[in-house]
């Protein structure tokens, strides 16, 4: 992993520009590594270390995705995102479900269902040059950006609902004081914790900082603290850490900009790390276990998944839009599905186990992997269509 890191870091600015991408040499290294027989890998996604990894990549990356996002910038420029989250997102959750439910007869619906929820949020990082090149206009740019920083929250409810019905935790039956119950716990308790946390810790962070009382040092690790804490709150309180750790990263108090830049870096910086690890992971253990249930079924799932079942409901979120259609299907193929579902899916295997999910695992390993790499490698050629235009 340190010599990847360095190896890959050190023409890191030169892979900006180039169809090839970090996600890409992790994968294709863990695919490598799992041909030797490591005792570290016999257990495979159930494996002691996986459920703590995973936890922490997820809670980081939701924080860090929260914080991301600059709510003034937001309701400036909020049409085209606010059309794709509150439209394109739920379209293509249920597109997934009703093209899979036929596809698979031999699974359960609520389980096809998860998978579709699982394969709907969409992770920018895959399409680098997409979002950090300047060929594509900054609104697009933004657009994709703040959408790919957005679902992964949005979607989380969801999916924490299909594995609570899925491992009978949900109790018998729809008991509505349960789920009275089960719902304030996690999506209220969460948000409202999370949200205090955020707020109260990084005011704190704040007043130290114009104070003078706070290394740069400690102000960086900060962002780390106040992911971990709004958590751990939440989890303590009987909330969902995840979501907590989601709305502590939007409604984070420190408002000063080079305060919240030193935080965002380096908590960037270690979430970073975490989701090429979980890449190497995704080499090393899901493929491995994935590959001998993918037919000719997994493939053409995996392909609409990417296009039709992502595309068609973007099409249809941004009609009107102002937009033409060509930057209108840049957006809808710009939607790769990476780490939040990664991360999900792995959530579900430690909460569910794989006897049973097979398929659906290798369905979500599938779609990843094609991902990673059509993502990657039409990136910058697909850029270039903005070049002449603009």
Known sequence: MALLILGYGLFSKKAENSIITAPMIFVVIGLLVSFFDLELLSEGPKADFVKPLM???????????GSTIDLK??????????????FGLPLTMIAGAVIAIPMFPEVRPLILIMMAFILAPTDAALGQAVVTGEQVPRRIRQTINVESGLNDGIGLPPILVCIALLSGSAGEGFDGQYW????????????VIG????????KLVELAFKKGMMANVYQMLASVSIAVLSFWCAEFLGGNGFIAAYVAGMLLGAQNEHLRE?????????????????????????????????????????IL????????PV????????????????????????????LYMLMAIIALGIEGYEKIISIITLTVILSIFLHGVSAVPLSGIFKRKY
């Open 195 to 202: 949200g205090i946390v955020g707020w109260g810790c990084g």
């Open 180 to 191: 009275l119950t089960f719902v304030a716990k996690q999506f209220i308790y969460g948000p």
């Open 262 to 302: 030193r935080m965002k870096e380096f908590g960037e910086a270690g979430s970073q790390i975490m989701i090429l690890f979980i890449f190497l992971l995704v080499g090393m253990i899901l493929v491995p276990i994935s590959y001998q249930f993918w037919d000719w079924r997994s493939f053409v799932y995996a």
């Open 55 to 65: 936890e922490f990549t997820l809670l980081l990356v939701l924080f860090i995705d």
């Open 73 to 86: 910038s937001l309701r400036k420029d909020r049409a085209l995102p606010f059309r794709l989250l509150t």
């Open 315 to 342: 099409a249809i979120s941004l009609f009107r839009s102002g937009l033409d259609m060509k930057t209108i299907w840049f957006i809808g193929w710009f939607g790769p599905r990476g780490i939040a579902s990664v």
């Open 305 to 312: 998944s990417l296009t039709v079942i992502r595309m068609i």
